[in-house]
């Protein structure tokens, strides 16, 4: 573990002393800063104290973190100078389309790229000499809090907790940097901060779920990407609508049915799932081998991986008769269009029986057709699956049917283009 400094390659103007653990405002006309010598990288949760001493009305004195290098923000009048801090809305590039700097203040005051986002006690000094200000940065959901020792409040806000992830700030616009530990003084100076990664033991207790500034050892993280695929309750073959999750939504999903070897995601079988930004994914898979064993493979790139093995049935035979008095409800879209993936949603009462849709221009679909598509039920009996809604401007029918009963229509619609 190294311990986190002030670096020296960054300083402008701040007197560095203690090991370079302690930076003091000698005061200056204008802004001046350093900061920190260990990276913080996009993906980590991160927490850091800051000793704070003479942040006052006049003196000021912020802490925070920024991008390496920090070069200022600028003003209309002399954009990109790092000697001027213009507060405000007047900033050349105001947050959010960019922000440099996050800036916890000696008033309890947050801005972002010089805009203040948070300002409940201007010019009023809420940071006593020999006081702490934790900072704790989630750089995978972009949100950050801050609590000094003059409350209990993170970010002023009593409901705020980086624990459980609740009222954190955005920082959405600084996504993807390298960001560092940082601090500012301006006017007539006076301020200090002295930094603590960890290395010498906090004074607070880290928020569940984040790590010391001090044990990321400056190195970025490694990122993994844990993928599950669903296996369904029972499995018929045609196409079937798959689910699954995995930790990383920034990643594509391949998933393919396997009877043998194993599949490449650059396969022409293997399918394309489509992911939400939870991670949760949907694809539509075709199962065939009615009665052999199986494999569902899934990765996001190069060989696929083993995810689980099935025996699917040939299509279920119904004949006649409702079991259980499943009562099952087909919502209608409020409008409906063509396509080959339209999602056909639902419930039933008994969400042990399987559901088998199928759109008909004319006539009623035999009971054992071969495009009837299974649904996806889920334990409380909602139920969709993707369907192929064809002939536009033309009345056609979605029927169902459940376990072994028979052909029922749902409802009739006419859909367009």
Known sequence: ?????????????????????????PGNAGLISVEGTTAIHSGQKVYMEYTVSGGATGTAL????????????????DPGNPAIYGLGNHNVNPYPTHAAMVNTAYDGSINIGGYFVLE??????????????????????????????????????????????VGGIDISSMAGETLYPWVAGWIVGGGTATINGGAAGFKDAVPTGFTGLDMLGGTAPTPTNT????????????????????????QAVYLDWRTHGTPNASDGDAVKATVD????????????QANLASTMYAGTS??????????????????????????VTITQPTTLTTGLQVIITG????????????????????????????????????????????????QSTMFYQIGSGPVVAAWSATPTM
Do not use: C, Y
């Open 62 to 77: 912020g802490v925070g973190f920024a991008t390496k290098p920090w070069d200022g923000i600028g003003d209309a009048n």
């Open 302 to 327: 190069g060989a696929l991986t083993a995810q689980w093995s099935a025996t699917p049935i040939a299509f279920i035979e119904v004949t006649s008769g409702t079991p259980n008095n499943d009562q």
């Open 277 to 288: 930004s939870q991670g949760n994914f949907t694809a539509q898979v075709t199962i065939d």
């Open 227 to 250: 993928i599950t695929v669903n296996e369904p309750a029972s499995l018929a073959v045609g196409t079937q609508i798959i689910t699954g999750h995995e930790t990383d939504p920034t």
């Open 120 to 165: 409940p006690h201007r010019g009023v000094n809420q940071w006593p000499n020999g006081g702490t200000v934790q900072i704790a940065i989630d750089t995978g959901a972009n949100r950050f809090w801050e609590r000094d020792s003059s409350t209990n409040n993170w970010n002023n806000d009593p409901n705020a907790n980086p624990s459980t992830g």
């Open 347 to 394: 419930m039933e009462t008994d969400p042990t029986q399987s559901v088998f849709l199928e759109w008909r221009t004319s006539g009623t679909p035999a009971l054992n057709a071969a495009d009837w598509v299974q649904a996806t039920v889920s334990p409380n009996g909602q139920f969709s699956a993707a369907m192929n809604i064809d002939h536009a401007g033309t």
């Open 1 to 25: 573990m190294t311990a986190t400094t002030w670096d020296p390659s960054t300083n402008h103007g701040e007197k560095l002393s203690n090991g370079n653990l302690t930076a003091t405002d």
